[in-house]
């Protein structure tokens, strides 16, 4: 197996090779000078750009002596542009002939900021990745699509941006949390509603940020709460115009997939409108994805949403979206699980579970930025969301002991229904002094989450015990709520202290208040209502929790790099009241939170930063509440009034290079978390079978990771690339089962390489491997310990036709070692689709794509915990066909950004 994937990408590299040395040499040479003095100018920025979209073919950076040369470059038409700090850019026109062999500029002068040329103008030069302060950018242009892509597949071929099945991104290891667009919401914090629903072609940049707090912006000073970011820039020329498509298709075993998007888009406005439906797991709006439905399960979807951005009144830039959206599924899950318990014991666990589920959602965002004047401003962003569910689940199970015996076997069915109303709010007040860095700001933030949950419970167990068989049953309606109100306020103030230094002092106060009732009956034995109380079941309980913190900062800024050292001192506060029982549980501790970052720059493309940073984490009112939660009579949960807070101490250290002439770049990233206090589960085993779980503190857990990312040019020409992607992780987990400690110590070891190439408008072919390593060790039972391998190949590629059709596919190969018997499995994934433009400006797109072409699908995952190692396999959706007519609009205002009049050179990005 391993031997294909070195095939495919060693056979990529090789046709690429092939093609690059049957062009014809030729060369294009000449000398970079100062217009005003002659003399050479070392070391400029020249690169060749493709006259037909300005994108780029190749850069090279002129020696010592100002002189350049391109070897070997393809016949076209070329725009040659050079770049110098301190001197206006300029461009020339260069055609490139079968014939040439030769193409001397000669001396090109450049003119000193400020100087007016007539025959050249200022070009806006960008390379494809650049790397400034705390971002990592990619030119957008640089990184071909295939026709009407959405963003998804763009990030997909960025160097350490990985897009999971589900549309999950994670960029160098790290998941993203949202996606802008031109620095604005899109529908909230989803990061999906960007990548599925905005085409590709008008993106002109994708920006990777450590985005810092709301506050830390305004202040300038980290406070150490970063998150990672997207933040999609849209084409000058793209944002005043109207753009979206309508969609339908219809496919065997009645699979169904239809929707529209409506975008309109005129300077600082965003509207954008949507609607779809599906039952091919699609989770939005993603029409002729043959990627598209390889999640677990069988769902039908419906969702609708608007969205809207302006900048009206004077000052004021306002943000609001609204989105729903109902999902019916289905899913049948198998396991296989290996309770771990001691040096000579283990159970097995054999489960099969069936659910139907039905959950509708509302979600509604706003953000309201005010500038009151030049000093004074204020944020606000308010959110809601309320849900509702519906489920049924049935289950069977066996119980088997270490000698394989049956202990026993159970039959369980649960139907519940929920509903959720959250609402929260932040208020962000800011002020600037006359004073440069002097700043007054004051963060409140208030918040309302409910819960409201009833379920029937069915249960029946038989105990295969060979003296005293027996059978339980149990027949309960849980009736659960909970709610919580919370508030706090943060205020900072930052001071100038010398030339370069700056001071942060803050405060901050959190009050939380939670309440979880749970009320358990038994089911008459007279009639079908659950009226019989079940005091034992039944309990009330309220929380209290409140912090203070104070904080002292300072920051030093210098050309080449900034550091900020801080310390904050909390103060924690839990009441816990139990009022069922009268019981009382007060707790105070202190934590010491030092904070230390680290930003240097190398040089413009290079770059270190490190982050330490200690933080609390509270229990959860689910693992305070001291009631067992026997809705799973054989797994039952009870919470522990006596948890402490634990306490994460996180280091991180980065480094991030781009070299501009050889397009070579590097991520790196190494971090590793110690907490003290942790959470994790006591589990005690009866001899019954039957598993209690309880949550406690312990020292002595970590985990360690580090990943790498290597991107190369293998031929510039042909833009085909390729990326290398390392990442190891490793974690120590501690775990008590019946009284005994047990350290389990896993290893994940993760190499992936992939290629992309890309043949003028031809075809774009994408390859990749995958080898992903795991190693489990637990202290208790050596027996037990585990390897294995998970390997995967995938290929993706698309073919342009004459006559407006298109052919294009993927493949994906997956092989399994080391599982449980009946899960070491390999299945290959092929979907594909043949295309066929219509009408005389191609708005029309006619489809026929087929997913899971060869039938194999299945889903297969192990899970290793701290004292179990489980692998299950879940239901999916097959093998199906589709024929799908799309209909694009696409109206902009802009004008073209290519040729002016006379040939001139008009300004372009690259």
Known sequence: MQQRILLILVALVAIGTIARAQQKENKITGKIADQSNKEALPNAAVALLERKDSSVYTTVVADAKGAFVFSGSKPGEYFLVVSYMGFKQLSRRIDVKDTTTLIDMGTLAMARTGLNLNEVEVVDQVPPIRIKEDTIEFNAGSFKTRENAMVEELLKKLPGVQVEKDGTIKANGETVKKVLVDGKPFFGNDPKMATRNLPADIIDKIQVINQKSEQAQFTGIADGEIEKTLNLTVKQDKKKGFFGRASAGY??????????????FRETQQLSVLGSTNNVNAPGFAIGDVRGGQSTGLTKSWNGGLNYSDEFLKGMRFNASYFADKN?????????????????????????????????????FMRMDYQIDSSHSVLVTPMFTYGTGNSTSESYSTTLNNAKDTVNSSRNRTMSSSNTPNFSTA???????????????????FGFNSSEKESINESYIDFHDGLNPRLDTVNQKVIQESSSRRAGIRVSYTEPVFRDRFLEINYAYNYNFSSNDRYTYNKSKTGDVYDVAVDSLTNLFENVYSNHQAGLSLMTQKLRYNYTLGVNIQQNSLNSDNLSTGSNIRQQTWNFSPLAMLNYNFSANKRLAFTYRGQTQQPTL????????????????????????????????????YDHTTMRSLFASLSGTLTSNRIVNSNTITKEGIQVIKPINVNGTYNLNGYLVNGFALNRQQKTFLNTATQATYNRDISFVNGKENITSSLNLNQGVNVNWVYKELFDVAAGGNVNYSRARFSENKANNANYFTYTATLDFNLNLPLGFALGGDLDFVANTGRGEGYNNQFTMVNGFVSKTVFSKKQGLLKLQAFDLLNQNVSVNRTVSDNYIEDTRSMVLRRYFMLSFSYFLNRFGGKSAAMGRAGKAQPVSF
Do not use: W
């Open 251 to 264: 496919g065997t075993d009645d699979r169904y997939q239809a929707g529209a998007t409506f975008n309109r």
């Open 328 to 364: 019916e599924s289905e899913n049948e899950t198998s396991s296989e699980r290996q309770n771990i318990f001691r040096p000579d014991s283990s159970s097995y666990v054999n489960n099969f579970n069936n659910i139907l589920s039905d959950q509708v959602n509302h979600r509604v």
């Open 427 to 445: 208020a962000l007040f800011r002020k600037k002094f006359d004073k440069k860095g002097r700043t007054l700001s004051a963060n409140l933030t």
């Open 622 to 657: 689910e693992q305070l509440q001291p009631v067992p939660d026997i809705s799973n009579p054989l797994l039952v949960k009870e919470g522990n009034p006596d948890l402490k807070p634990s306490f994460n101490n996180a280091v991180t250290l980065t480094f991030n290079d």
